[in-house]
């Protein structure tokens, strides 16, 4: 089977706190489509359901289903075909599997392989500035580093070009990811 490649979905990722979900909304009410992230909706449906694929109980099983939901994820995405952003991707369970020092498996491999996503990655560096703590989010500063760390390494060892956010305002940093997005089509339109 051949790689898909859906141009129209863009990653925006980092480790958390860095501003990414915020910075999803923004672009959402800027009139495009969007993803959330799927760790935190999966963090809590489970504790909702007192389930076992949370980080502190089954990492193995949350991995998967993190998995999971970013491939149900794509094809919604690619199946619209107009500018999608994603709040995370397949590449990010690599990184968070390699960040806890698991095994991953060849099928996450094969899917980071097979379900390509826009070669510009938007990635939001570490903010100790904004980085919070809460019931969902429980990493240190220090997690949030390596985590942006993993991120970086998987997405490049993938092949994706890296666009780093600034440190700027909601409104700067959306603009930014649009001009970003510009850019990237009119690149593809060359090729």
């Known amino acids: 089977?051949?790689?898909?490649?859906?141009?129209n979905l863009f990653i925006v990722t980092g480790g958390p706190g860095a501003g990414k979900t915020t910075?999803?909304?923004?672009?959402?009410?800027?009139?495009?489509?969007?993803?959330?992230?799927?760790g935190r909706a999966i963090i809590r449906a489970q504790h909702?359901?007192?389930?076992?694929?949370?980080?502190?109980?089954?990492?193995?099983?949350?991995?998967?289903?993190?998995?999971?939901?970013?491939?149900?994820s794509y094809e919604a995405a690619r199946a619209g075909g107009r500018p999608h952003v994603c709040d995370r991707g397949i590449?990010?369970?690599?990184?968070?599997?390699?960040?806890?020092?698991?095994?991953?498996?060849?099928h996450l491999q094969k899917?980071?392989?097979?379900?390509?996503?826009?070669?510009?990655?938007?990635i939001l560096p570490p903010w100790p500035e904004i980085c919070t703590v809460d019931a969902e989010r429980t990493q240190t500063l220090d997690e949030a580093e390596r985590?942006?760390?993993a991120m970086r390494d998987v997405y490049t060892e993938l092949g994706y070009r890296l666009?780093?956010?600034?440190r700027?305002?909601?409104?700067?940093?959306?603009?930014?990811v649009l001009a970003g997005m510009r850019k990237a089509a009119e690149r593809q339109a060359r090729a």
């Open 111 to 122: 899917a980071a392989t097979m379900f390509r996503y826009n070669e510009t990655v938007f």
């Open 23 to 38: 910075l999803v909304e923004a672009l959402q009410a800027a009139g495009l489509a969007t993803a959330p992230e799927a």
């Open 48 to 72: 909702a359901i007192d389930g076992p694929a949370r980080p502190d109980r089954d990492r193995t099983l949350y991995a998967e289903l993190m998995l999971s939901w970013e491939l149900r």
């Open 168 to 176: 700027a305002t909601v409104a700067e940093r959306r603009d930014f």
């Open 91 to 106: 590449p990010d369970t690599i990184g968070y599997l390699r960040l806890i020092g698991l095994h991953v498996p060849p």
């Open 163 to 166: 666009s780093p956010v600034p």
């Open 1 to 7: 089977m051949r790689p898909f490649h859906a141009r």
């Open 147 to 149: 985590t942006y760390e």
